[in-house]
């Protein structure tokens, strides 16, 4: 009797045992069983995981070489070598080596560059190598941006939000209602008086970088406001052939004409400079993290040690959603970077559950919330909000609008091909940034810029394929 009384309080204690390991901390991951055979437990196999990411913050690539040790220390069988690279560098390089059958295990990338690799065959479906658990603890609309055509292939590290940005005294000494403005957003006609009040010698109301490529960011980022916040619909119609376009596309005809935003090409480098040294009132592209520039900049000025922009003043910054334009719904363009697992020539089924690991534990939990703390953005999953602790530094209500804006932002539709994602990008490329280039100069009207999209468009997926008309 005591012998099965024994046993017995031995069975219920393994049974605590697998309990308490049921609830541990989800931020964190499980490592792999340790292989048996013949009755006995082999040691788990030495593995090298290679991981190349560009500096996502200021911090990343330090903290990166810092939570690979840590990883190694939790399964001193695994080791990380990290590959540094540029964000010039970064994407073609990745292309090389994926191309060369060398690619690293895991590479930082743009939601929208997953289907390039996914055409390549490097590209690997991570739901095999990861629970259902683990999965769960990432937002599902961060998620579908790293998913094509049902598949996942990523993480997402966070969910970028672009929209505009300005010197928060310039705006309300021309009368607007900046708290308004960010808790519940403002039209087009109100944006242009703004703009308007704002226009003075030497002074634009608006600017916006469209240099070049840069042209781009402006119509993704204006055309969340007018009904563009996907290339395609959820029938999967190409949208950028709408109504809306042409809207979009006369109001910046009328914001250039009027001298309200310059009629030329803005680099990149400049925008944020004109704000800062009063040139500007608004200015885009803007993220919540040009609030970090401020406050250094702010402390410069204070400090005069010369490390400040050149002819710069102190200022605060008002993080501000985008105008609805055509009496649209109000919504926010977002992309989002994450990590891709990538095969190479010596991938394993085994390897690519340790990849998997390594990868989920640098997404997650108080690795990610450092991270998204850099960035002036809210984490991604849940253990990294968990984990969140916020600077003091950040004003309040830049980080309320980021948050309401994040909340609009709206992932592609299922269903969406890698073919049709890479037409979409080469007809943005090759024909809708020139032409836009053509429309700042006042080279071209809105209409025949509008019109040579459409041909475009139209010979790319077939007029049946394109939305005619106006997007709700």
Known sequence: MKKLIALLLCVAMVGCMFTACGNGDASETTAPAANQT????QAPKDDKIVIMAPPVTGGYLENLKVWAKDFHEMYPHLTVEVIETSWGDHNGKLATMAQAGEAPDIAEISSATIGTFVE?????????????????????????????EGTVYGLPLYLTIQSIGANKDMLESVGADVEKIQTE????????????????????GFVFANAGVTASDFINIFGSGAGLSNNFTEDLKYTFTSENLLTLLKAVEEMTQSGYMPNYGVEAGQRLVMCQTGNAMIFGKAMPLFEGNFLKNNAALEANDGSAVENSL?????FLPVPTI??????CYGTVDGLIAMRNNNTTEEHLKNVALFMDYICSGDRIASCMNELYLSPVCQSGRDALVLDESRDPANLACASRCIDMVKAPPAGVTAEMTANAKSLMDEVIVPKFQLLLAGEASAEEVYKSICDAAFDTFGEENCVSGKLA
């Open 326 to 331: 055509g009496g649209c719904q109000e919504s």
């Open 38 to 41: 013949g009755g006995e437990t």
């Open 314 to 318: 102190k200022m605060d910054y008002a």
């Open 120 to 148: 390549m065959g490097v590209a690997v479906d991570i739901k095999p190598y990861l629970s259902s658990e683990r999965l769960a603890d990432y937002d599902t609309n961060a998620l579908n941006y790293m998913t094509v």
């Open 185 to 204: 957003g403002w039209t087009y006609e109100q944006f242009l008086d703004i703009i308007k009040a704002g226009t003075k010698d030497n002074v634009f």
